[in-house]
Every structure is written in C-alpha cells, then in structure tokens.
Nanobody, 126 residues
Framework: EVQLVESGGDLVQIGGSLRLSCAASGFSFDDYAIGWFRQAPGKEREEVSC????????YYTDSVKGRFTISSDNAKNMVYLQMNSLKPEDTAVYFC???????????????????WGQGTQVTVSS
C-alpha cells in the first residue's frame, strides 16, 4: 500500500518562498507519478503540478508556471515543490497524490482509489 506524507507548509509573506516535500513509501517512484494539489477554503481541489517517471513528463497549471518547480529524488522516494514569488491566492492546504503516469502531459489526474497525503498548510500574507 502506498503512503504519502506532505511537509514544509508554513506562514510566509507575499513574495516569499517555500519548499514542500512529499515522502512516499510502499512503492518505487520509478513506476509511479506524483502530483501536487491544493484546496483553499470554500474552493474545489485544484491541480498544481505533477511529475512522471514513466515518460519524464512534467505539468504545471497556468497560475504557477514560472513560479513553482517540481522535482524528485528517486533514491529517497521524495517529490518536492519549490514555491517562489508566493501570492495570497496560493494560500491553501497542499496535498500530494498518486496520479496517472501516462496523462501527466495533459494534467494531474488522481488514480481511482489511489493514495493521498494528509496535506500541509501554506498561508501567504502581508
């Protein structure tokens, strides 16, 4: 069974940076794809970014392009999300999840019955 644990969320000022981590266990990252999602109060869950080792694809939603960078360390089964130039609209609980490895080119699609982490809170304020 795959288990995912997010960490790194914090309270930061506008324009600040955070590095989120997703630690995976119970699988080899070489055979999986991991996505970052976020959910703000009163809003639907939103895809942010995902990465696949199936074909090397990386996806970013338009609102974070140029500001966020996703990366992985396969030896440690870790996926990271470097978040720069943070804006108030980035405030949300951030989750990592198992996503469809073959669809990363077009978006982050959680696998049916797949694993999710518990989330980590990111708050951006002045």
């Amino acid at each position: 069974e795959v288990q995912l644990v997010e960490s790194g969320g914090d309270l930061v000022q506008i324009g600040g940076s955070l590095r989120l981590s997703c630690a995976a266990s119970g699988f080899s990252f070489d055979d999986y794809a991991i996505g970052w999602f976020r959910q703000a109060p009163g809003k639907e869950r939103e895809e942010v970014s995902c990465i696949s080792k199936y074909d090397g694809s990386i996806y970013y939603t338009d609102s974070v392009k140029g500001r966020f960078t996703i990366s992985s360390d396969n030896a440690k089964n870790m996926v990271y999300l470097q978040m720069n130039s943070l804006k108030p609209e980035d405030t949300a609980v951030y989750f990592c999840a198992d996503v469809s490895a073959t669809l990363v080119r077009v978006g982050c699609h959680p696998t049916l019955g797949g694993s999710w982490g518990q989330g980590t809170q990111v708050t951006v304020s002045s």
